[in-house]
């Protein structure tokens, strides 16, 4: 498969077209940012291990039986994906408290919730991506109500599977955000990127093994990131 033109630059990743049209390269960057962009800042390395957890947990997704957009790994910081129209949502689904959700309802962070909950955000940087309601979601024409539904219960299902595969190396995940797309028949597969930036992951002492180091400079990322990747290989890859 070979690299075509840039579809797409986000903030942490580049999307490139390939000369398989049903098949995307992602690139995974350095950069890290924080409060919608406002935090800037590139952190060497960090690229190569989202893209290696990331490659990891969709591999184990798909074994499971959970119908990604991931195909394999070509590299230290590059995937192939399958191409998707992504669903302007970020599906958030929390186990405990914390982040936006302690600061909506003043409460502490990790508190364990009863059933986890699921909740939509607009995809939207003009509009600092707002919190939304399923009729929000039908309003705009994101997704039908058939849809909604689907995007709840997979997301509760792979919270099951990431909940389980965490736990193996002792990481309390607390909540985590996810994205959906469509392949061209409209069959709703997961998409994007699941690691330490999309995550919280807390170890046995409640430390926060995630991007929070970063957005609340509680030291450095690489490290963190690195312990994540070699025990989830350790655990899943026997390396
Ligand atoms: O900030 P908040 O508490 O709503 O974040 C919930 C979860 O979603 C966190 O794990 C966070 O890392 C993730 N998230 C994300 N991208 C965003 C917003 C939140 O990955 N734009």
Do not use: M
């Amino acid at each position: 498969t070979e690299k075509l033109t840039l579809l797409y630059e986000g903030k942490a990743k580049n999307l490139y077209l390939t000369d398989d049209e049903s098949i995307v390269l992602a690139q995974y960057k350095d950069q890290a940012t924080a409060l919608n962009g406002k935090k800037k800042d590139l952190i060497s390395g960090k690229g190569a291990l989202n893209n290696q957890i990331t490659s990891l947990i969709f591999r184990e997704l798909n074994r499971r039986s959970v119908q990604t957009h991931f195909i394999e790994q070509i590299s230290k910081t590059e995937q192939l994906n399958t191409k998707v129209d992504i669903i302007p949502l970020e599906v958030v689904v929390r186990n405990y408290t914390a982040g936006s959700f302690s600061k909506r309802f003043d409460l502490a962070e990790g508190i364990k919730l009863a059933t986890p909950i699921v909740e939509f955000y607009y995809k939207n940087d003009d509009l600092d991506d707002p919190f939304i309601n399923d009729a929000h979601v039908k309003f705009l024409e994101i997704a039908s109500d058939e849809e909604i539904a689907i995007l709840k219960q997979n997301a509760l299902a792979i919270d099951l599977i990431l909940t389980d595969l965490f736990a193996k190396i002792d990481l309390k995940l607390i909540d985590f955000k996810l994205e959906f797309g469509r392949l061209p028949d409209g069959t709703i597969i997961l998409a994007d990127e699941i690691s330490p930036d999309t995550s919280r992951l807390w170890d046995v002492d409640n430390n926060h093994v995630d991007k929070d180091v970063y957005r609340r400079d509680l030291g450095d990322l690489i490290p963190i990131y690195q312990r994540v990747l070699t025990d989830l290989q350790t655990e899943f890859e026997g390396k």
